[in-house]
């Protein structure tokens, strides 16, 4: 048995990085996937790949209607949606505050923030149907600490409010048996990551304690505790994964 069996799951961000972790370990675990992602080419083969038990959706998360799209999707396909993985996230221009534009700032926060607010007003009626569900708003060790080396304002700010976010869900639906959860990786082994460093991790590696970047199976794994039974009493926290980075 896996420790997912059963469980509906709309997972954003999905087509590489740790969005396509967390699709591969969640149906290794049991669970039906609806992935979505706006990179179609990549997502259908992913889905392709992992079989009948997941289902791609080309999405805009910044979209009201695709999120409509999504859990639709999810519903016909599978049953109501029992967990919910806010992955998808962009780092924005490396800028200084007084540098950075209003536009770049606004689609930062779009990407960052007002997609999960997106995601958990259109998942969380199916979940009340369904009599709960997990909530994962996947952060960053940048909203716990304006940490040096944060692209920019915007990025700060916006996985702040993601950590704000999930915290008041947790209070609110609690009642309904809905879980809400932040998850605060530190730096990890992503296209994104290696776009914004290079292959040894731009002098990264030396400011972490434990020494490496982390594989994102590694958070894939947190993840999938996260949305399972063996976390049902875990709510409204943030969970660091960054090898102690923050400890310091």
Same mark, same amino acid.
């Given at each position: ?17 740790m969005g ?14 609806v ?6 080419d990549?997502?259908?083969?992913i ?24 859990v639709?999707?999810?519903?016909s ?6 967990v ?12 200084e505050t007084?540098?950075?534009s209003?536009e ?10 007002y =997609?999960?607010?997106? #995601?958990?007003?259109? *998942? $969380?009626p199916?979940?009340?149907k @369904?009599?709960?569900?997990?909530i994962?708003n ?17 990025y700060v700010?916006?996985?702040f409010?993601?950590r ?14 809905i879980r ?7 730096y990890i ?8 460093t290079d292959?040894?991790?731009g002098?990264?590696v030396?400011?972490?304690p434990?020494?490496r970047?982390?594989?994102?199976d ?11 039974e063996?976390? =049902?009493?875990?709510? #409204?926290?943030?969970? *660091? $994964?960054?090898?102690?980075?923050? @400890?310091?």
């Amino acid at each position: 048995m896996g420790q997912l069996d059963g469980k509906v799951a709309i997972i954003t961000g999905a087509a590489q990085g740790m969005g396509e972790a967390h699709v591969r370990r969640f149906v290794a675990e049991g669970a039906r996937v609806v992935m979505a992602d706006i990179n179609e080419d990549e997502g259908r083969r992913i889905a392709k790949e992992l079989g009948e038990r997941v289902v791609f959706v080309k999405a805009d998360v910044t979209s009201v209607e695709d999120w409509r799209t999504l859990v639709q999707t999810a519903s016909s396909e599978f049953g109501n949606v029992t967990v919910l993985v806010n992955n998808a996230g962009i780092l924005g221009p490396i800028a200084e505050t007084v540098e950075i534009s209003e536009e770049d700032f606004h689609t930062v926060c779009l990407v960052n923030q007002y =997609s999960q607010f997106y #995601g958990m007003k259109a *998942v $969380i009626p199916f979940m009340q149907k @369904a009599g709960g569900g997990s909530i994962v708003n996947v952060s960053s060790v940048a909203g716990l600490v304006s940490i040096v080396g944060a692209p920019n304002l915007a990025y700060v700010g916006s996985k702040f409010a993601s950590r704000g976010m999930t915290k008041h869900v947790a209070a609110q639906y609690g009642k309904d048996n809905i879980r809400a959860n932040s998850v605060h990786p530190g730096y990890i082994k992503t296209p994104m990551m290696a776009a914004a460093t290079d292959e040894e991790g731009g002098g990264i590696v030396s400011q972490i304690p434990l020494g490496r970047m982390a594989d994102p199976d590694e958070v894939a794994q947190l993840v999938v505790w996260l949305a399972s039974e063996a976390s =049902s009493y875990v709510s #409204g926290t943030e969970q *660091v $994964i960054d090898a102690g980075l923050t @400890a310091q």
